[in-house]
Structure formats: C-alpha cells, structure tokens
C-alpha cells in the first residue's frame, strides 16, 4: 500500500488511519449485505441503521439531550451562513453576530440579506488576531439569535469559552473544531459543522437545533431550506450523502474507542502545546498570529520574517513529506492545521523539522 505523508490540509483533512482502512474494506461489500455504501438505497434498511448509528455516535460523545434534533444536510457549512437567518430570524427578522473573523464575515453578509444585524463585536481593527472578551459584546436583549464562529480556521483564532449570552439562542458555526473536546450543548440554540475537518469528508453538514426552534421555521420557506422539514424527515427529504454520513458513523466510533471527547481534548492540547513551544521557543524567528488567550488548538497560525523565507520552508517541507502548510490565500503566511485524526508523531516530526530549518536560516 501507498505510504501516507502528513497532511497538515485545512478541509478536507485527514482521517483517522482506522476508519480510512474499514472504509476501504466496506467499499466493495458491506458485512452480510453484498452491496457497498455507494450503492445501497437510502431507504433501505442496512442505511437507516448506519444513519441512526452515525447520530447515537454524536448522541454519546456529546451528550447530546433528547430535545435537540442532530441533522445531515447538504450545502456546506456555507449554506448554513443562509438557512440561519432564514429560519431562525423571524418573526423579528433581527440577530447579532459576533466577528473575529473571515468565514465570521461570511455569515454576516448572508444574514444581512435577511434581516437588519447587530454587530455585538468585531476584532477586526486587531487584524482578527484574537476574540472579543465578554465585556467587549454589546448584545441585543431583544435579538432572535447571537451568532459566533468557535474556530476560524484561516486565522487559527478559537474560543475557549462560550460567549455568555443569557436566555439568547447561541448558534455556532464550529465547522473547524466541532467534536475537538466536550462542549455543554445545552447552551446553545444551534450548533452547524461542515463534515470535513474533524468528522468525516465533504459533502455532509452536521446541525443540532434545539427542537422549539423549529417551530420559527415559516412554510412559506422553500423546502430544502427549513429546519422543520428535514428534522421531520429524519435528514431523509432527498437523497442524503449518505457516504458522508457513513464515515460520519465510523469516526464517532474511533472517537469511542479512545474514550471520547475528553481524551481527544488532552491529545489535542498536547499537539497544539507542542507547535506553540517551538513558535514562542524560537526567538522571534517564527511569529504566532493569535493572541496567546485565542490560539487555536485545530489550526497554528504563524509567519516567518519574510515571504521568501516562509515559501523556502514550505518547499523543503513539501520535499520531506509535510502536506498543507501554506497559509489561507488570503492571509498568507504559514497554518498547521492538526485536527482530531493528525497523529501526534507527526506533529513532532513537524516541530523537529521547524528547528533545523531555524538553524540553519536563522
Ligand atoms: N465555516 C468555517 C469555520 C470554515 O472553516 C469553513 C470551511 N473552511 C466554512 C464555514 C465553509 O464550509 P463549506 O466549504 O463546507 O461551505
């Protein structure tokens, strides 16, 4: 077989080596079922109980309460920056958003064609180098929802804490660090995640709404864009993906098998702990981007002191068999995203790496 190099991508990522290896082995026959995932009816018995699997997975790590419906939708994270405000919106057509950065910016400007928006805080005057603090959010009592990104990904910039927003609805796009440690779902109206950095491939988009949420959903909007209808079809309107969906279920079980979201929380921090020492460690020779208070766990943002100098180490880093470590386009610099599935040898090797290159061009 084919030898794997480290994929430091930002989405699609990696994969856990285990669930890559039983996909590959389900891809030409499902145990007792004589057909693969790509080729069974999404109606058929075999799918429902994968479908159902890939949602108690969640339930367990989670611990998510009966009275949230967990979806599978289409579209992207990015369609969720619409289907929010179109459903959630009404009848006060008002919310606040919170920024601290690019894909933050992206929801803002979908949810101002729907409704008027208060920004409740901005870092961007901080070249989105941290999030607000809970003093800086000048929230809306009267708002139909606060929207806020847990994780962005191209500043490598992350909450660590909620922001506190009393009886609001919180809705979270946490598309780049959903299921990276134990969150208290219960704070939250509605939690959305593109599939592909922490949970499975592209293609598949998880969200958790509280059910009475459901309830804003109008039926003049049009089908595939409301809630309600795809909680009351169980995610099964249309054709779901339901490959998607499958890998879903297999990577909550990888995360069972190590003993769910707290243990995955401390090999994150390590990893994370272990990239930030030899950035701080260098002497100024590498920048972090993030403000120490919001540095990402998922996505290590940093610079070296010139642009020639940044493409010499990602050149040399392709050549020895480091993959992705090129910044955002529009930021540059240099971003090492290590989810869930990047194995902590590899981060080591990365932080070895780093410090010959620093000896010998520093
Ligand atoms: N939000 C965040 C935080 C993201 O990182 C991304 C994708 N990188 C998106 C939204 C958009 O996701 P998609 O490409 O699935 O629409």
């Not at 339901?242 to 243990?263: M, N, P, Q, S």
Request: charge should be neutral; include cysteine.
């Amino acid at each position: 077989m084919e030898n794997r190099i480290y994929n430091f991508s930002a989405g699609p990522a990696v994969l856990p080596e285990e669930v890559l290896l039983e996909a590959q082995k389900d891809l030409f026959a499902l145990p007792g079922v004589g057909m693969s995932i790509l080729e069974i009816s999404h109606r058929s018995k075999t799918y429902d109980a994968i479908h159902q699997e890939a949602k108690e997975g969640l339930k367990k790590l989670l611990d998510i309460p009966d009275d949230y419906a967990i979806l599978f939708l289409q579209g992207g994270a990015s369609l969720q920056f619409s289907m929010v405000p179109l459903n959630l919106m009404p009848p006060k057509n008002k919310a606040d958003y919170i920024i601290h950065g690019s894909w933050g910016k992206k929801a803002l400007k979908e949810a101002k064609r729907v409704g008027t928006i208060n920004i409740a805080a901005t870092t961007e005057a901080d070249k989105f180098k941290r999030v607000p603090t809970q003093d800086e959010l000048k929230l809306d009592p009267d708002t139909s929802y606060v929207h806020f990104t847990s994780n962005e990904t191209i500043e490598g910039v992350q909450w660590h804490k909620e922001p506190e927003v009393g009886n609001i609805p919180l809705v979270c796009d946490a598309s780049s660090d959903m299921l990276h440690k134990k969150i208290d779902v219960k704070k939250y109206g509605l939690i959305y995640a593109g599939a592909q950095k922490n949970m499975g491939p592209s293609g598949v988009v998880l969200v958790i709404i509280r059910k009475d949420l459901l309830e804003r959903s109008q039926d003049s909007l049009h089908t595939m864009l409301n809630y309600k209808i795809h909680a009351e079809n169980d995610s099964l309107y249309n054709t779901p993906n339901t490959f998607g969906i499958y890998i879903i279920k297999l990577v909550t079980k990888w995360l069972l098998g190590l003993g769910g979201l707290d243990e995955m929380y401390k090999i994150n921090k390590k990893k994370a702990q272990l990239l930030y020492d030899c950035i701080d460690q260098s002497g100024g020779f590498y920048k972090g981007h993030a403000e120490k208070d919001s540095r990402s766990l998922m996505n290590v943002t940093f610079n070296l002191a010139t642009e020639e100098l940044e493409k010499k180490l990602i050149d040399e880093a392709t050549k020895a068999g480091f993959s992705g470590l090129k910044g955002h386009r529009s930021v540059g610099g240099l971003r090492a995203s290590i989810y869930n599935a990047f194995p902590l040898k590899g981060v080591e090797a990365l932080v070895d790496f780093m410090r010959d290159f620093q000896k010998r061009n520093g």
